[in-house]
């Protein structure tokens, strides 16, 4: 079965840093760019950073630039955002969905079931 499967979410205080994993199975990851959304209580989903197939280059929602890091690593088939400096607003359910493209806005295929972040003290 092809999917997307996001790990790593939790309980953390402001300031904390947490990693997301994106493991991909039943398919090649490297075919895709991969981005990061994030969905929060009563908002709508969006998102959050994105990364090529080739991971030579990146973008980043302005709300999360210089404390979200995403990366991949083809061989594991996994994508990961590193979350440094957490703030509360960064509470959400976090989600990765593959894109043909990180100038685009669709994704491929459906949603996951994501992981949650929480950020509170």
């Known amino acids: 079965q092809r999917q997307l499967v996001e790990s790593g979410g939790g309980l953390v205080q402001p300031g904390g840093s947490l990693r997301l994993s994106c493991a991909a199975s039943g398919f090649i990851l490297d075919y895709y760019a991969i981005g990061w959304f994030r969905q929060a209580p009563g908002k709508e989903r969006e998102g959050v950073s994105c990364i090529r197939r080739s991971g030579d280059s990146t973008n980043y929602a302005d709300s999360v630039t210089g404390r979200f890091t995403i990366s991949r690593d083809n061989a594991k088939n996994t994508v990961y955002l590193q979350m440094n400096r957490l703030k509360p607003e960064d509470t959400g359910i976090y989600y990765c969905?593959?894109?043909?493209?990180?100038?685009?806005?669709?994704?491929?295929?459906?949603w996951g079931k994501g992981t949650p972040v929480t950020v509170s003290s």
């Open positions: 969905a593959k894109k043909y493209s990180c100038a685009t806005v669709a994704i491929v295929g459906n």
